[in-house]
C-alpha cells in the first residue's frame, strides 16, 4: 500500500520522472500527513488571517523567572520569550489544520514516492536581515549544527536524517535513513534555518546575549537581561507578503517583560503593565479577575475553544529512583491523589480529568483494546500489564468529599505487595529497611495548593513527601540532568504523532541530559510501538498503534494523571481586534492587530480613572 504522505498529495502536483527506477518525485507547495492540505497552490492568504489588517503599534507581553541567552538552539542557558519571531523555518504550518505545511523559505519540496528523500527549492527572494540572500549552504549548516551540537532534542528528531547536500544552486536534498518513515519530510521542513556567517567567530555552544541574525519577521531591538526583551517588526521584510504570512505580524513591536512568579504578574498586569494574559490556572481564573478594570469592561476575559490534543499533564515519577522502578508502587501513590476534591474545592468544576496521554483526540485509547490495536499488543503478551488486554484503563476516583480512605487501603494492600509495611508510622522496605521519602520539585508557587493536600495524603501512608519550589532557572538544570523524584510535566501531542514519541518515552534518550524523556522510561515494548508509529502506512495503523502504545504507558503507571481543558482562557486590554475566524489550532495572537479606535478609547477612559 502507498505510504500516508504520498496518498495525501495535491492532486495538482507536478510529476516528474526520477533518475533512479520508476520511482515517481512529486514536487509540492504543501504537505500533510492527514488528508490532503486545505490550501491549494497560489493561495491568497490562511482562513484565520485579515490581510486588509493595519500595521502598527505594540503590543506588550509576560514572562515568568528570566533568561540568560540568545540563543535557544543549545541545552545551556535559558532563551528569552519571543526568539522565535527573529527566525525562519524551510516550510511553516497553519492553526488551522492539524498537520500540514506550507513553502516559506523553500518555494516547494520535491518528495519521491519511497520517501527516501526531500528536497527544498528555495525561494531566491529569501533574505538575511541584512539583505543578504539565504543560500543552501545556510541551510546545510543549520541542519549539521543543530544536529551535532543543539540542544539534545535535535539530535533525536533528526536521528534518521542521514546527509543533506546541495543538489543545485537554490536546493538542497536530505537522505533518510532507517527504513520508512512518512513524517522525515514534515520534520526537515520544520528546520529552522541560521545564517552560517553569523557563527564563523563564535561558539555556537555557548550561550550570548549578542542578538544572532535572522530572517524573521521581528528583529531584537533592546534587551535587558534577565528583565525585558524588546523585537521591532522588520518594515521591508522579505517574506512579508507570502501567503502563509498574510495577515500576520501586525504590531510594530513586541515587548516581554519578566516577572518573578505568576502571582505578582497578575498584579501588574491588572495595572495595565502589559497587556495579554492567557490563564493557566482555574482558581485564579475564577477568582482573580475580579477588579474594576474588568468590570468597567477595560480587561476583556473570555474563553476560546479550540480543537488541540490536550496530551497528559501528569505527576511524573523519575523511574531511575529506586523505589519507583516498582509498578505497583508508581500504581499505589495514584491513589493519594484525590482529583475529585480538588476540582470542586480548588478548580472550582473546571477541568475534566485525563485519562490518556492522547487525550482529546482519536489517538486516545478507551475501553478495551480493539482487533486493530491487539494486532500490534498481542506480541508482547506477557511482556506488558495483563491490564492491557482485560482492563479500560482509569484513574483512581473520589466521592469528592475528602475523605480518601477506601483508595489509601487499596495503596496500602498495593505497597504491601512490593514490599512496604508501615512501621513506627513510616513506610518501610522490608527487604532492605529503607523507609520512603522524596521530593516533588515545582517551579510554580501556585501549584502549592494542589500538591500539599496530595502529599498530606501520602503522609497518611508512612511517605514524606517533601514539596520544594524552586526558580525557572535552577528547575530547569535539574529536570534537564533528571535530579529530582517526582514533578509535575506536561507531554503535549499533536495530531499525528510521530518521530517526537522518541524523544518523550524511548530507551535510547532516557540517559541523554535535556531530552524529555524526564521519566527515563527504557521499555522495549514501547520501543517497538514508537517504531510502528512512526512507519504506520495509513491512518488507520497510526491510531492503533499509538492507541496501543497509550495503552502500555497508561498501564506502567509511569504518570499520575491530572487533568484537562478545552478552552484558552485568556484577558487583554481592550485595545485588539482580531479575525472573524478563530483557528482551530491555536489562538492566532500573531493574527490581531491594534484597533485604533479601541485603543483610543482606552487611553482616554484610563487616563481618566488616573487623575
Known amino acids: 500500500m502507498a505510504n500516508r504522505l504520498t496518498m495525501t498529495l495535491l492532486a495538482a502536483a507536478l510529476l516528474v520522472p526520477s533518475a533512479v527506477g520508476n520511482a515517481q518525485v512529486t514536487v509540492l507547495h504543501g504537505t500533510s500527513l492527514l488528508g490532503e492540505p486545505k490550501y491549494p497552490a497560489g493561495f491568497g492568504h490562511f482562513d484565520y488571517a485579515d490581510p486588509e489588517a493595519p500595521k502598527g503599534g505594540g503590543i506588550r507581553l509576560s514572562a515568568i523567572g528570566s533568561f540568560d541567552s540568545l540563543n535557544p538552539f543549545i541545552l545551556k542557558g535559558r532563551g528569552a520569550a519571543g526568539l522565535g ?93 532507517g527504513g520508512l518513515n512518512r513524517e522525515l519530510p514534515q520534520i526537515v521542513g520544520q528546520l529552522t534555518v541560521l545564517p552560517r556567517a553569523a557563527f564563523e567567530n563564535r561558539n555556537f555552544e555557548e550561550t550570548t546575549l549578542d542578538p544572532i541574525m535572522g530572517s524573521g519577521p521581528y528583529r531584537i531591538v533592546d534587551v535587558d537581561p534577565g528583565r525585558s526583551i524588546t523585537y521591532e517588526r522588520v518594515e521591508d521584510h522579505w517574506g512579508a507578503d507570502l501567503p502563509v504570512n498574510r ?56 474563553e476560546i475553544e479550540h480543537e488541540n490534543p490536550t496530551g497528559m499533564q501528569a505527576f511524573a515519577f523519575n523511574v531511575r529512583r529506586e523505589w519507583f522502578r516498582d509498578r505497583r508502587v508508581r500504581e499505589a501513590l495514584s491513589y493519594a491523589f484525590d482529583f475529585e476534591w480538588a476540582n470542586k474545592n480548588l478548580f472550582h468544576g473546571q477541568y475534566t480529568r485525563t485519562r490518556s496521554f492522547f487525550s482529546n483526540s482519536e489517538l486516545a485509547s478507551s475501553g478495551l483494546p480493539s482487533e486493530a490495536e491487539l494486532r500490534y499488543l498481542e506480541p508482547f503478551r506477557g511482556q506488558v500489564p495483563e491490564e492491557v488486554f482485560t482492563t479500560a484503563y482509569e484513574p483512581p476516583k473520589t466521592d469528592g468529599s475528602g475523605n480518601a480512605r477506601a483508595n489509601l487501603r487499596k495503596a496500602q494492600r498495593l505497597l ?67 535530579d529530582f523524584d517526582m514533578s509535575v510535566q506536561s507531554f503535549p501531542q499533536s495530531a499525528s504523532p510521530g518521530n517526537e514519541q522518541r524523544d518523550w518515552w524511548a530507551s535510547a534518550n532516557a540517559d541523554i541530559p535535556g531530552s524529555r524523556n524526564v521519566i527515563g522510561i527504557k521499555n522495549p515494548v514501547v520501543d517497538a510501538l514508537i517504531d510502528e508509529i512512526v512507519r504506520a502506512p495509513d491512518r488507520g495503523s497510526l491510531v492503533a498503534a499509538t492507541r496501543a502504545m497509550d495503552r502500555v504507558l497508561l498501564w506502567n503507571h509511569y ?53
Do not use: C
Open 247 to 302: 495577515g500576520h505580524y501586525n504590531f510594530d513591536g513586541i515587548r516581554y517583560d519578566y516577572y518573578r512568579d505568576q502571582t505578582v504578574a497578575l498584579e501588574a498586569f491588572k495595572s495595565n503593565e502589559y497587556d495579554f494574559r492567557q490563564e493557566s490556572t482555574a482558581k485564579v481564573w475564577a477568582t482573580g479577575y475580579d477588579a474594576p478594570p474588568v468590570r468597567d469592561g477595560l480587561i476583556v476575559t473570555e
Open 559 to 611: 504518570v499520575i494523571p491530572q487533568w484537562h481543558t478545552r478552552v484558552y482562557r485568556v484577558a487583554y486590554w481592550n485595545r485588539f481586534s482580531r479575525p472573524e475566524i478563530t483557528p482551530k489550532h491555536g489562538l492566532g495572537l500573531f493574527t490581531w492587530w491594534i484597533d485604533a479606535e479601541k485603543d483610543a478609547d482606552l487611553k482616554r477612559r484610563t487616563a481618566a480613572e488616573s487623575r
Open 85 to 177: 519571531l527573529t527566525f525562519e523555518s524551510l516550510m511553516t504550518s497553519s492553526e488551522d489544520e492539524a498537520d500540514s505545511a506550507y513553502g516559506l523559505i523553500a518555494e516547494s519540496v520535491e518528495i519521491p514516492d519511497d520517501l527516501s528523500w526531500a528536497a527544498y527549492t528555495l525561494r531566491p527572494e529569501a533574505r538575511w536581515h541584512d539583505g543578504s540572500p539565504i543560500t543552501v549552504d545556510d541551510v546545510i549548516f543549520s541542519f549539521e549544527t543543530l544536529k551535532s551540537k543543539g540542544h539534545p532534542f535535535y539530535r533525536a528528531y533528526y536521528a534518521h536524517v542521514a546527509a543533506a547536500e546541495a543538489t543545485g544552486p537554490r536546493t538542497v536534498k536530505f537522505t533518510f535513513a
Open 416 to 482: 504491601k505487595e512490593a514490599g512496604w509495611t508501615v512501621r513506627d508510622g513510616r513506610l518501610t522496605n522490608g527487604a532492605d529497611g529503607r523507609v520512603m521519602e522524596f521530593e516533588i520539585l515545582l517551579v510554580n508557587p501556585g501549584f502549592e495548593r494542589i500538591v500539599l493536600p496530595f502529599a498530606r495524603n501520602l503522609k497518611r501512608l508512612g511517605i514524606e513527601a517533601r514539596v520544594r519550589t524552586v526558580d525557572t532557572a535552577q528547575y530547569q538544570n535539574r529536570i534537564d540532568g533528571f
